[in-house]
């Protein structure tokens, strides 16, 4: 059974910094995709990066790229997001999903299952 759960969250002030994990059960992270997404209320989720660390390949969606970093840890079966130079616009409940490999890059909810119940991320002005 394939599981995951998010933690790491918390509050910060803009231009702070966070660290989300999602530790992995089911399935090894070395072999998948593993993704980050956010939502807030009223607003659908949306992608904000992925990682096939198998090719050396990661995605991060354009709101996040350059401040946001996904990576994982193969023995400890965790994938990480870095967040840094935080916006109050960031913040949201952030999850953690799989995907099958060809739909890794498209940061596309539809496409990933295996829902974690999220990390609440509050960022203050």
């Not at 070395?30 to 980050?36: F, P, Q, V, Y």
């Not at 995605?59 to 023995?75: E, T």
């Amino acid at each position: 059974q394939v599981q995951l759960a998010e933690s790491g969250g918390g509050s910060v002030q803009a231009g702070g910094s966070l660290r989300l994990s999602c530790l992995v059960s089911g399935y090894s992270v070395n072999s998948a995709c593993t993704g980050w997404f956010r939502q807030v209320p009223g607003k659908e989720r949306e992608g904000v990066a992925a990682i096939r660390e198998n090719i050396g390949h990661t995605y991060h969606a354009n709101p996040v790229r350059g401040r946001f970093s996904i990576s994982q840890d193969n023995a400890k079966n965790t994938v990480y997001l870095q967040m840094n130079s935080l916006k109050p616009e960031d913040a949201g409940m952030y999850y953690c999903a799989t995907a099958s490999p060809v739909a890794c890059g498209t940061l596309l909810p539809g496409q990933f299952r295996n829902w974690g119940p999220g990390t609440q991320v509050t960022v203050s002005s």
